[in-house]
């Protein structure tokens, strides 16, 4: 049997794991960072992109996570995300609808603010289009 940990994934509507994995790897702003058993202790945040991880059984699962943050601590992995979809579970469509209003509102004279929040919705919907066809054979 592999070493394994305790990793739960909480989104905003619901628990997207709970069980046991061997390793996950998480996007973070520095890159992605690999978690395994007995992991040292810390807090990281949390960057929309691709998360994987293997379950204790050894089924592989891929998943577009938002942003949030990540806790490892005595052998557990917490990861508190804004989002988290399996690729089977994200409609393109509806991503890149989004994408479109996002690029239609970066034309439009913003804030600052305004203008950093639209720059995240496309990040966040190419991103999430990437996912969907890395893994469903779209583009």
Not at 63 to 74: H, I
Not at 88 to 102: C, K, N, S, Y
Not at 125 to 130: G, I, T, V, Y
């Amino acid at each position: 049997m592999a070493s394994q940990f305790y990793l739960k994934i909480y989104t905003t509507d619901r628990i997207f794991y709970d069980g046991y994995a061997t390793d996950i790897v998480v996007p973070q702003p520095e890159g992605q960072i690999g978690i395994m058993a007995h992991h040292e202790n810390m807090v990281m945040a949390i960057e929309p992109g691709d998360c994987h991880f293997t379950t204790a059984e050894g089924e592989l699962i891929h998943a577009y996570v938002g942003s949030g943050m990540c806790s490892v601590m005595n052998n557990r992995v917490v990861m508190i995300v804004d989002t988290a979809e399996q690729p089977d579970e994200i409609d393109a469509l509806r991503a890149q609808e989004a994408l479109d209003r996002a690029k239609e509102r970066l034309r439009q004279k913003q804030s600052i603010q305004e203008y950093y929040r639209t720059q995240a919705s496309i990040a966040r919907a190419l991103s999430r289009l990437k996912e969907k066809s890395k893994y469903s054979g779209e583009n």
